[in-house]
């Protein structure tokens, strides 16, 4: 089966949105064993969409089209498919509901122009959006099944998992039972990754794929796999998905949807525990991360980011050590968690170390964590520029007190570490 994806939208046409939601879309497809030919964008216009719509209807079986399905004069999708198919929009009075409820959920009435997400082609096969006010659709253009679908990437994604993957499975007469299962790591990169993980019995017959996503500081490995029931599937991955979370070990900060972040503060939740953060160098950016966590709120006892440690020492009122040491790091958690009144308390400091090449620049990474019960400290020289730095003392921290909330091992070599 000959798949195509079409986006579009000006302002991926003209590169002021990256375009990552055909990359989610083709890598999906590709990990099901379903081949995509061609990747179209085109911008909202309408004869141009005419014409991408009537050449993909002549060399495709199937078209996932992305984005064009909003409220606003721009977006065409449902009135160039009705074109192309000759048929009128109609209102699908259901949706329409759908949207209004929706609004009134939230306390407000429904713009006028949102009725004009219910109109879909005639004849056209509903798909539905649980999350979002765009609903998808499917039209048969030519010799190909054309699949609508919204360009907010989360409600792409839930669409494509629960509506689309099954049907395209189908028409390409394949298995219709899919399962992707993933495992976020921090510290191992994706060659050795890879080296740990491929001579795993069973991934050799094909039917559960491994996969790999790298993208600094993490490293996503992924297991796909395609079967014809229930049963089947589990039989295939059970074994394969054990002996991965194996041979990972420590490594794996969280699985499928849950995040370091919401690993640790279910951690903490569970020790009936609070945290105290103090940044040097990152920006805020751990508090920041676990702050968006539903709940984060009632766990946190106090932050405090600065830029120099003088400064940071003086916000928690302590003495300012000479330099940005493992000791030092303790100094800093031990005293923030005793003026807080926090559970935990973690410090993270980092002190630009450029090195004898200016091109290599580099910080020395410090952590202390602290309890009631105990000081514990790591540290690390970390490459690679600025951003490097900042992104890695920001995930070695979080790792750090994941490691110490599940009693693992805080000063595990990380391959990113200059030793």
Same mark, same amino acid.
């Given at each position: 089966?000959r798949?195509?994806i079409l986006?579009?939208?000006d302002?991926?046409l003209?590169?002021?949105?990256?375009?990552?939601?055909y990359?989610h879309?083709?890598?999906r497809?590709?990990?099901l064993?379903?081949?995509?030919?061609? *990747?179209?964008v085109? /911008?909202?216009? #309408?004869?141009?969409?005419?014409?991408a &719509?009537a050449e993909?209807?002549l060399r !495709? %079986?199937?078209?996932?089209?992305?984005?064009?399905?909003?409220?606003?004069?721009?977006?065409l999708?449902?009135?160039?498919a009705?074109?192309?198919?000759?048929?009128?929009?109609?209102?699908?009075?259901?949706?329409?509901a759908?949207?209004?409820g929706?609004y009134?959920?939230?306390?407000?009435?429904m713009?006028p122009?949102n009725?004009?997400?219910?109109?879909?082609?005639?004849g056209?096969e509903?798909i539905?959006?649980?999350?979002?006010?765009?609903?998808g659709?499917a039209?048969?253009?030519?010799?190909?099944?054309?699949?609508?679908?919204p360009?907010?990437?989360?409600e792409?994604?839930?669409?494509l998992?629960?509506q689309?993957?099954p049907r395209?499975?189908?028409? *390409?007469g394949?298995p /219709?039972?899919? #399962?992707?299962?993933?495992?976020?790591? &921090?510290?191992i990169?994706?060659?050795? !990754? %890879?080296?740990?993980?491929?001579?795993?019995p069973g991934?050799e017959?094909?039917a559960?794929?491994?996969?790999?996503?790298?993208?600094?500081?993490q490293?996503?490995?992924?297991l796909?796999?395609?079967a014809?029931?229930?049963a089947?599937?589990?039989?295939?991955l059970?074994?394969?998905e054990?002996e991965v979370?194996?041979r990972?070990?420590?490594?794996?900060?969280?699985e499928?949807?849950a995040s370091l972040e919401s690993?640790?503060?279910?951690?903490?939740r569970?020790a009936?525990?609070?945290l105290?953060?103090?940044?040097?160098?990152?920006g805020?950016a751990?508090?920041?991360?676990?702050?968006?966590q539903p709940g984060a709120?009632?766990?946190?006892?106090?932050?405090?980011?600065?830029p120099?440690l003088?400064r940071?020492?003086a916000?928690?009122?302590?003495?300012?050590?000479?330099?940005v040491?493992?000791?030092?790091?303790?100094?800093?958690?031990?005293?923030?968690?005793?003026?807080?009144?926090?559970?935990h308390a973690?410090?993270?400091l980092v002190?630009p170390?450029?090195?004898?090449d200016s091109?290599?620049?580099?910080?020395v990474i410090c952590i202390g964590?602290?309890?009631e019960?105990?000081?514990v400290t790591?540290?690390?020289?970390?490459t690679?520029?600025?951003?490097w730095v900042?992104q890695?003392a920001?995930?070695?921290?979080?790792?750090?007190?994941?490691?110490l909330l599940?009693?693992?091992p805080?000063?595990?070599?990380?391959d990113?570490?200059?030793?």
């Amino acid at each position: 089966m000959r798949i195509e994806i079409l986006c579009t939208g000006d302002e991926i046409l003209t590169g002021k949105t990256i375009n990552t939601n055909y990359g989610h879309i083709a890598r999906r497809l590709v990990e099901l064993g379903l081949t995509v030919h061609w *990747g179209t964008v085109v /911008g909202d216009d #309408r004869p141009s969409l005419r014409a991408a &719509f009537a050449e993909a209807a002549l060399r !495709a %079986d199937a078209v996932i089209v992305n984005g064009g399905l909003g409220p606003t004069v721009d977006d065409l999708s449902q009135e160039v498919a009705a074109e192309a198919a000759g048929v009128p929009l109609v209102l699908h009075e259901e949706w329409l509901a759908r949207i209004e409820g929706f609004y009134a959920r939230r306390g407000r009435v429904m713009p006028p122009n949102n009725r004009k997400q219910a109109m879909l082609p005639e004849g056209a096969e509903f798909i539905d959006n649980p999350i979002g006010t765009a609903c998808g659709f499917a039209v048969t253009l030519g010799r190909a099944r054309f699949f609508f679908t919204p360009g907010v990437p989360r409600e792409m994604k839930r669409m494509l998992e629960e509506q689309l993957l099954p049907r395209l499975l189908a028409q *390409g007469g394949l298995p /219709g039972v899919t #399962r992707l299962k993933r495992f976020h790591s &921090f510290g191992i990169g994706e060659s050795r !990754a %890879d080296q740990m993980l491929s001579d795993i019995p069973g991934l050799e017959e094909g039917a559960v794929k491994l996969g790999f996503q790298s993208h600094y500081p993490q490293l996503e490995t992924k297991l796909a796999v395609r079967a014809a029931d229930a049963a089947e599937l589990e039989r295939l991955l059970g074994p394969i998905e054990a002996e991965v979370r194996r041979r990972l070990g420590n490594f794996v900060l969280a699985e499928d949807d849950a995040s370091l972040e919401s690993v640790i503060l279910d951690a903490l939740r569970a020790a009936g525990g609070t945290l105290a953060l103090a940044e040097m160098f990152t920006g805020g950016a751990i508090a920041s991360r676990l702050a968006r966590q539903p709940g984060a709120e009632g766990l946190f006892a106090s932050g405090v980011v600065a830029p120099a440690l003088d400064r940071l020492c003086a916000s928690i009122g302590i003495p300012a050590p000479v330099a940005v040491t493992p000791e030092a790091a303790a100094a800093v958690a031990q005293a923030l968690r005793a003026g807080s009144g926090a559970s935990h308390a973690l410090a993270v400091l980092v002190a630009p170390d450029p090195g004898p090449d200016s091109r290599d620049w580099g910080g020395v990474i410090c952590i202390g964590l602290a309890t009631e019960d105990a000081v514990v400290t790591r540290r690390a020289r970390l490459t690679n520029g600025r951003d490097w730095v900042r992104q890695g003392a920001t995930e070695m921290g979080l790792d750090c007190l994941r490691r110490l909330l599940l009693g693992l091992p805080v000063d595990e070599p990380v391959d990113f570490e200059q030793r």
